[in-house]
């Protein structure tokens, strides 16, 4: 073999295997953007999951409230709207915006019950205000998972080189689930 095929042959291996790293930092990259995403949904779910449950929860809670605090219409009213929003709600940033909603209707509910003492000694009423309790926990542990999947996701897509392929093959930043600025301040209990 001649020197001149003996170093196309080198060149030739040496292109073949600098392609082969690029495709397979490339196809790496892609699959890891496809991974976070798919987690991203997999949390997502779980956070949908304990906010159907709360869903669920709530009619029960809003009826012993009613039957105690009948003149109590507007904190019912807010929260039957609010569970409406929460159950017409399509996109990830709606469903957020929705169950802040509800959440804020909800400690107006648990307000109004601070008015009516005899609630309070209610069996119904006490399992009921446990459950939503560990379903507002379970809420608060799925939202932080949630969140931390997103950030995960969010920085591998902005640090460069990623941000480059994330850009290219259309993958976008995810939004958490913050909770709103109104939910910072405590409600206000008057008797």
């Given at each position: 073999m001649t020197k001149g095929k003996r170093n196309l042959l080198i060149a030739v291996g040496v292109i073949v295997v600098v392609l082969l790293m690029f495709y397979s930092g490339i196809k790496g990259a892609y699959n890891s953007f496809v991974t976070l995403d798919e987690g991203i949904?997999?949390?997502?779910?779980q956070v949908e999951n304990q906010l159907q449950r709360r869903y669920d929860l709530i009619p029960n809670l809003v009826e012993t409230v009613r039957g105690f605090a009948a003149?109590?219409?507007a904190v019912f009213i807010g929260v039957t709207e609010a569970r409406a929003k929460v159950g017409g709600a399509k996109s990830i940033p709606d469903k957020i915006e929705a169950n802040n909603q509800l959440?804020?209707?909800l400690s107006r509910l648990l307000v109004t019950v601070e008015r009516y003492p005899d609630i309070k000694s209610d069996q119904n009423f006490i399992r009921l205000q446990d459950e939503l309790a560990g379903t507002e926990n379970r809420i608060a542990v799925e939202r932080r998972r949630y969140n931390e999947t997103v950030r995960t996701y969010n920085v591998r897509i902005r640090t460069f080189p990623s941000n480059v392929l994330a850009g290219m093959f259309g993958f976008t930043k995810a939004e958490f689930f913050e909770v709103p600025d109104s939910a910072q301040?405590?409600?206000e209990v008057k008797f």
């Open positions: 949904k997999a949390s997502w779910a003149q109590e219409k959440a804020g209707a301040a405590a409600p």
